[in-house]
Structure formats: C-alpha cells, structure tokens
C-alpha cells in the first residue's frame, strides 16, 4: 500500500476486490466495504462503524449524449427521479442509509 504515509501500529493492509470483501469479513479485524457491495451481499448494517461522507465528484450521474437530451423518456426519468413520491419510497426503504440521495434530488 504505497499511499500509507506512516502505520505506527504495524497494521497488516491487504487491497482487495470490493466484491470478496463482504466473503472475508469473518476473517478479519476490519473491512471497508463500498455501500453497494454492502447491501448486495445483505452485510448486516449494524456492523457498520461510520460512514464516510461523499465527495461531489465521486457522486453517480445518470447521463446521456447530446443529441438525445431532450427526448421525452429523457425527460420522463428525470421527472421520475425528482418525484416526491419516490424520492419518499426511497428514503422509507433507506433506514440503513445504504443508498446516498443528494440534496439535488430532495427539493
């Protein structure tokens, strides 16, 4: 691990693939898991020990090319995301915070 600046408690690093995280976690002392692999492999949530705050840039997009931008299925998903009352489903399904919603999306 080449971007450890300093380990003075001589911890054991070891990358892995995110997916075999969840599989290994019995064996080990501590996981850092991405929150979908998390919630596809039903990791129980109340292992989680914090959850680090999302950098703008890291953020998914949901995107299309130019030319279709205005299509009306374009525009219907766009519609749906902002929709209050899915915007409510969601967060009602998302008491474990498995899914991060941005401010952009809550009105």
């Known amino acids: ?9 001589n911890l ?6 995110s997916a075999g995280i969840p ?5 080990v002392d501590w996981g850092v898991i991405p929150g979908s692999m998390s919630y596809a492999s039903k990791v129980d949530p109340k292992l989680q020990l914090f959850q680090e ?5 890291l953020i998914l997009n949901a995107t299309t090319t130019e030319d279709k931008v ?3 299925w374009v525009n219907a998903v766009k519609k749906a995301y902002r929709d209050p009352e899915f915007l409510q489903s969601v967060e009602d399904q998302n008491a474990n915070n498995y899914w991060f919603i941005p401010d952009s999306l809550r009105g």
């Open 23 to 27: 599989r290994v976690l019995p064996d």
């Open 12 to 17: 054991d690093f070891k990358p892995m693939d």
């Open 70 to 72: 205005n299509e009306e």
């Open 1 to 9: 691990m080449q971007d450890v600046a300093d380990n003075p408690h």
């Open 53 to 57: 705050n999302l950098r703008p840039e």
